[in-house]
């Protein structure tokens, strides 16, 4: 007999869950920070003509897959010249992030001692939680209009 599978997205891909978990997270940064740049103060609009011009930048380096995906480790930054400037000068970020986000940088001092390997399965109820993640930030703007 045939079945269904229970839950039909873990027969997708590792890479194009991954794929998925970096669009919901950079829409889930946006959301967290309401559109506005945590450096210069600048309103974003989500989806702008010819693409955004807003970029979730990670407090602990993508290539750190266990924490690429966490609501976290992201600050929304203009894509110019605000994440230009954080990606060329990650000292000088960081300590702009130690003073202007106490508790990101504490959040982000805790973590850098875990380990990096993240396996399949978590990264399924990753891009769940991703999800539940998006409705809940969408529910919230909704909610204050
Ligand atoms: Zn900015």
Not at 9 to 36: D, N, Y
Request: charge should be positive; aromatic fraction near 8%.
């Amino acid at each position: 007999m045939n079945r269904l599978p229970i839950n039909p997205i873990s027969k997708k891909p590792r890479a194009q869950i991954e794929h998925q978990c970096t669009a919901l997270w950079h829409t889930c940064i946006f959301l967290t920070f309401k559109g506005r740049c945590a450096k210069c103060g600048k309103l974003h609009v989500e989806n702008s003509v010819g693409g955004r011009l807003w970029d979730g930048h990670h407090v602990i380096g993508s290539r750190f897959k266990r924490f690429r995906w966490e609501i976290d480790c992201g600050v929304l930054l203009c894509r110019l010249p605000c994440h230009r400037w954080a990606t060329d000068n990650p000292t000088s970020f960081l300590e702009w992030l130690e003073s202007n986000r106490t508790e990101q940088f504490a959040w982000r001092q805790a973590q850098v001692m875990r380990a990096d390997h993240i396996p399949i399965w978590m990264l399924r109820a990753t891009l769940d939680e991703l999800k539940g993640m998006e409705t809940i930030l969408r529910k919230k703007l909704v909610d204050r209009k």
